[in-house]
């Protein structure tokens, strides 16, 4: 058993035959195109998968696919059973208190308490809005309608506890079986199952929420289009994941911590993100760049797993380089991650 960039134990999946992969040739989620190009080849860096694992750009409309990928039962092979993301178990939170109460409560019209007066909500604002773009509070986003919330492959449901919490009615949909008996087990309400495929309500959620999810998806747009019709008329979705024409992606090419081959099968830039939403009726109403700097120590910590150098050893243990690199990513609107939310229209 080895280290992965994060100098922690990588879970034997060279047991996994490459076969179990059931890796295949896949056309272009958004045209279907199936001419590409490829622009980077790399390996499974986290778990160890074997084999070698190509990202192509689609030659009609530049998406980038993971090709050939895991297909069918392959996609659960992809996930060996130490996954780290579903090996915790849930906390259940207490509801938000403090300045973080205040603030949810005043400016994201959430069910905590009353509202300041006008004048005082004004004064704040400043510091409000500092606090709400920080990294950490990105899920909380505003309060609407009835509450109604769903996180799309919510694991074992940590973010689900957190808004049921903060007064939400959450729930939340994975395929993962060992995922949802954890979080069932913690009173949560989750689903097993996938989206499109899973029974849900039409026009329903106030709220749907994928964080991390949509890269890992095979149908990605087809994931979308379902997502629009549960929605009410007016709903929102917010979904995070990882861009590969950021500024990491550049400088760390393969290495790059975001890739994460070949869990990751689509690798989204800003306007091919937007294209997507956009072709599902889901308009986009804002973008937040979003630093990762732990993404930039390990991906030096990819990079010091395979030249066994010194200084790639150290910069992946240094959070000042992290951050600096961070901030000039944030400046120049390059960053490992985004935030969107967009609307059923």
Same mark, same amino acid.
């Given at each position: 058993m080895g280290l992965n960039g994060q100098g922690m134990p990588m879970p034997d999946a060279r047991a996994v035959p490459i076969e179990d992969l059931h890796l295949a040739e896949v056309p272009c989620d958004y045209c279907g195109e199936t001419e590409a190009d490829v622009l980077l080849t790399g390996r499974d860096r986290f778990c160890g998968l074997p084999g070698e694992f190509h990202v192509v750009a689609c030659r009609r409309c530049g998406l980038r696919r993971t090709n050939p990928q895991p297909t069918g039962p392959g996609l659960a092979a992809a996930y060996p059973e130490a996954y780290s993301p579903h090996r915790a178990d849930v906390t259940v939170p207490?509801?938000?208190?403090?300045?973080?109460?205040?603030?949810?409560?005043?400016?994201?019209?959430?069910?905590?308490?009353?509202?300041?007066?006008?004048?005082?909500?004004w %004064? #704040?604002?400043?510091?409000?809005?500092?606090?709400?773009?920080?990294?950490?509070?990105? !899920?909380?986003?505003? &309060?609407?309608? +009835?509450?109604?919330?769903?996180?799309?492959?919510?694991?074992?449901?940590?973010?689900?506890?957190?808004?049921?919490?903060?007064?939400?009615?959450a729930e939340g949909v994975d395929l993962v079986p060992e995922a949802i008996a954890t979080g069932r087990r913690?009173?949560?309400?989750?689903?097993?199952?996938?989206?499109?495929?899973?029974?849900?309500?039409?026009?329903?959620?106030?709220l749907v929420t994928m964080w991390h999810v949509i890269e890992h998806l095979p149908a990605p747009k087809a994931t979308l289009e379902a997502i629009r019709g549960?929605?009410?008329?007016?709903?929102? %979705? #917010?979904?995070?994941?990882?861009?590969?024409?950021?500024?990491?992606?550049?400088?760390? !090419?393969?290495?790059? &911590?975001?890739? +994460?081959?070949?869990?990751?099968?689509?690798?989204?830039?800003?306007?091919?993100l937007r294209r997507h939403l956009e072709a599902a009726g889901l308009a986009v109403e804002r973008t937040q760049s979003v630093r990762r700097p732990t993404f930039v120590r390990r991906s030096y910590g990819y990079l010091a797993d395979e030249t066994g150098s010194g200084l790639h050893r150290w910069l992946s243990r240094s959070r000042m380089v992290a951050r600096l690199m961070s901030h000039a990513a944030l400046a120049a609107r390059r960053t490992d991650e985004i935030l969107v939310v967009a609307r059923r229209v």
């Amino acid at each position: 058993m080895g280290l992965n960039g994060q100098g922690m134990p990588m879970p034997d999946a060279r047991a996994v035959p490459i076969e179990d992969l059931h890796l295949a040739e896949v056309p272009c989620d958004y045209c279907g195109e199936t001419e590409a190009d490829v622009l980077l080849t790399g390996r499974d860096r986290f778990c160890g998968l074997p084999g070698e694992f190509h990202v192509v750009a689609c030659r009609r409309c530049g998406l980038r696919r993971t090709n050939p990928q895991p297909t069918g039962p392959g996609l659960a092979a992809a996930y060996p059973e130490a996954y780290s993301p579903h090996r915790a178990d849930v906390t259940v939170p207490p509801a938000p208190a403090g300045s973080l109460r205040w603030v949810l409560a005043n400016y994201r019209h959430y069910p905590l308490g009353h509202r300041s007066p006008a004048a005082v909500r004004w %004064l #704040a604002w400043p510091w409000a809005a500092l606090r709400l773009r920080n990294r950490k509070f990105v !899920g909380y986003l505003a &309060y609407e309608g +009835d509450g109604r919330l769903l996180d799309l492959g919510c694991s074992i449901g940590q973010y689900v506890a957190e808004m049921q919490a903060a007064g939400w009615q959450a729930e939340g949909v994975d395929l993962v079986p060992e995922a949802i008996a954890t979080g069932r087990r913690a009173g949560l309400n989750l689903h097993q199952g996938t989206l499109p495929g899973i029974d849900l309500p039409r026009d329903h959620y106030d709220l749907v929420t994928m964080w991390h999810v949509i890269e890992h998806l095979p149908a990605p747009k087809a994931t979308l289009e379902a997502i629009r019709g549960i929605l009410k008329p007016g709903g929102r %979705l #917010a979904l995070a994941c990882p861009l590969s024409d950021s500024l990491g992606a550049r400088w760390f !090419g393969s290495a790059w &911590y975001g890739l +994460d081959l070949p869990r990751h099968l689509t690798h989204f830039t800003r306007p091919a993100l937007r294209r997507h939403l956009e072709a599902a009726g889901l308009a986009v109403e804002r973008t937040q760049s979003v630093r990762r700097p732990t993404f930039v120590r390990r991906s030096y910590g990819y990079l010091a797993d395979e030249t066994g150098s010194g200084l790639h050893r150290w910069l992946s243990r240094s959070r000042m380089v992290a951050r600096l690199m961070s901030h000039a990513a944030l400046a120049a609107r390059r960053t490992d991650e985004i935030l969107v939310v967009a609307r059923r229209v």
